[in-house]
């Protein structure tokens, strides 16, 4: 599986972006997909996650997202799709998408270690 993101730049404080990850394969509704975002000198911290469609589709998100982001997924397109809402300067960091082949998973896992596949990171900027 290869993740391609695009969608980051630059925004004003309380504005929204809208990240996209495209994947490639014939399987796409079987991985669990998430998005992770790392700032420089932290760690790569887990943001939200949607499980296979077989699993419904379930949605998870980190606290410090929840409320102003939303993760979905359009199988027929193989994208994963990341709405950020009233973004603050804390929220500035190179985003990453990953997936994880769970066909059966109910759960989103958190652990940047149980992702087999990830993008290359799109950075978001957020001036205040």
């Known amino acids: 599986v290869q993740l391609v993101e695009s969608g980051g730049g630059l925004v004003q404080a309380g504005g929204s972006l809208r990240l996209s990850c495209a994947a490639s394969g014939r399987t796409f509704s079987l991985y669990t997909m998430t998005w992770f975002r790392q700032a420089p000198g932290k760690d790569r911290d887990f943001i939200a996650g949607i499980t296979g469609s077989g699993s419904g589709g379930r949605t998870y998100y980190a606290d410090s997202v929840k409320g102003r982001f939303t993760i979905s997924r359009d199988s027929a397109k193989n994208t994963v799709l990341l709405q950020m809402d009233s973004l603050t300067p804390e929220d500035t960091a190179v985003y990453y998408c990953?997936?994880?082949?769970?066909?059966?998973?109910?759960?989103?896992?958190?652990?940047?270690?149980?992702?087999?596949?990830w993008g290359q990171g799109t950075q978001v900027t957020v001036s205040s």
């Open positions: 990953a997936a994880r082949r769970s066909p059966l998973s109910t759960i989103v896992a958190v652990n940047p270690g149980s992702y087999d596949y």
